[in-house]
């Protein structure tokens, strides 16, 4: 490595040097001695602990089929493989999202066509997204914002009008219903994250379920390199050990990070617990604060990933940076799609949600958050809007 190299490393500020950090995964004992176990078993690809938590994922959504990949990044582009989206093909979906959600379409040759979000969920606008449907739409891609369902109802019925595919991006809904019935079994195809800081984690990982046996099939082979798992000659010595009907690329998860989301697995609803408890204890607080909007969440069916709120007195990025100074994390999700400079091609005019994003701030969300810690964040907050409000 040269100096200059050395010399940014060093000097890169850690998120993680934060006293209260933005989010945090938590993962300890329990989780290294699962990936130990699979050191043990010299057997680090994918292979049966993959398959068991693919087992599990699917019990838990009680989707027909769950195929683990190794990120939500590579089940959002393996779903646009799967389902056939290609060049020509038109994808709604909102702008304001994490990045990976519009690669993968645009990955796929397709073009996202960029549609609004609610002000109080910023989930689709739906209404939005069926004026922009044209002769070449193929597929709505919702978002599951900060874990909070869209309104799903809409959104398949929109799609059943116009013969449309649905694929959910759900990396922020795992553990989360609609309705009474879990996100991962409405959609043809939902995506979910396992990353670091998602509701649970594998390290890096992600799944894409679907209820449909031939959409399965196509899953496994877009995942797979394009090899159709069930053409494995795995006993005969001939030339042929496997054939290759389909696109693909090497996304399936390995045993070490499935080995992380079973024991996660096994977490979950204490993690669960732990947010809602600091979710609407910042609701609580924060409610009372004027130049604050809340976001609306149903905390019977939610399992929430993030804590946004909006600020409507254009302070936003000034709270940010008293946060900031008391060691306290705080993100912005997200910098709207359509703004960005790859994405420039794919023009849309989206008012609302260029002021949205100038409004939303992530506070610290993340099972493990201490009472003491949320006394100190809505203390910070209140505090830096009493200020405000007296200036
Ligand atoms: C909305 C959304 N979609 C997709 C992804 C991609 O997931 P991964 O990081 O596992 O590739 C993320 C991850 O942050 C996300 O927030």
């Not at 398949?156 to 959910?168: I, N």
């Not at 496994?220 to 389909?246: C, E, F, K, M, W």
Request: hydrophobic share 45%.
């Amino acid at each position: 490595m040269n100096a200059l190299a050395q010399l940014q490393l060093a000097e890169r500020p850690s998120k993680s040097d934060l006293a209260i950090p933005m989010a945090r995964p938590s993962v300890g004992p329990a989780e290294l001695a699962a990936v130990n176990r699979v050191f043990e078993s010299n057997w680090l690809g994918s292979g049966p602990v993959a398959d068991r938590f693919s087992m599990r994922v699917a019990e838990e959504i009680g989707a027909a089929h769950v195929v683990a990949v190794d990120s939500g990044t590579a089940a959002l582009h393996s779903a646009m493989t799967a389902l056939g989206l290609g060049p020509g093909d038109e994808v709604i979906v909102p702008s304001m999202t994490f990045v990976s959600t519009i690669q993968a379409i645009v990955s796929a040759g397709a073009v996202p066509v960029f549609c609004e979000v609610l002000a109080d969920t910023m989930n689709m606008d739906v209404r939005d997204a069926e004026r922009r449907i044209s002769p070449r739409t193929r597929a709505l891609l919702p978002v599951h914002y900060g874990g909070e369902p869209c309104d799903l109802d809409s959104v398949l019925d929109l799609a059943a009008r116009y013969r449309l595919k649905v694929v959910e991006d759900a990396a922020h809904a795992f553990g989360s219903s609609y309705k009474g019935r879990p996100i991962g079994c409405h959609g043809d195809i939902v995506c979910f994250s396992f990353d670091p800081i998602k509701n649970i984690t594998c390290g890096l990982g992600g799944a894409a379920a679907t209820n449909d046996d031939e959409i399965a099939g196509r899953l496994r082979i877009a995942t797979n390199v394009g090899i159709d798992p069930l053409s494995v000659n795995h006993a005969g010595a001939g030339p042929q050990q496997y054939a290759i009907t389909g696109a693909g690329l090497r996304y399936r998860m390995s045993d070490v990070n499935a080995a992380i989301g079973l024991t996660q697995l096994g977490r979950m609803a204490e993690f669960r617990r732990q947010k809602l408890s600091v979710v609407e204890r910042y609701d609580q607080a924060f409610a009372a604060v004027p130049q604050v909007a809340l976001l609306q969440r149903n905390l019977l069916e939610t399992f929430p990933f993030s804590y946004v709120i909006r600020v409507l007195d254009g302070s936003r990025d000034d709270l940010r940076q008293s946060l900031s100074e008391q060691s306290i994390g705080s993100a912005v999700q997200f910098f709207p799609n359509h703004l960005q400079p790859f994405f420039a091609r794919f023009h849309a005019e989206l008012p609302r949600t260029e002021q949205l994003f100038s409004e939303v701030v992530n506070l610290p969300l993340y099972a493990g958050l201490t009472d003491e810690n949320v006394d100190t964040v809505i203390a910070a907050v209140q505090s830096f809007f009493g200020r405000a409000s007296q200036a």
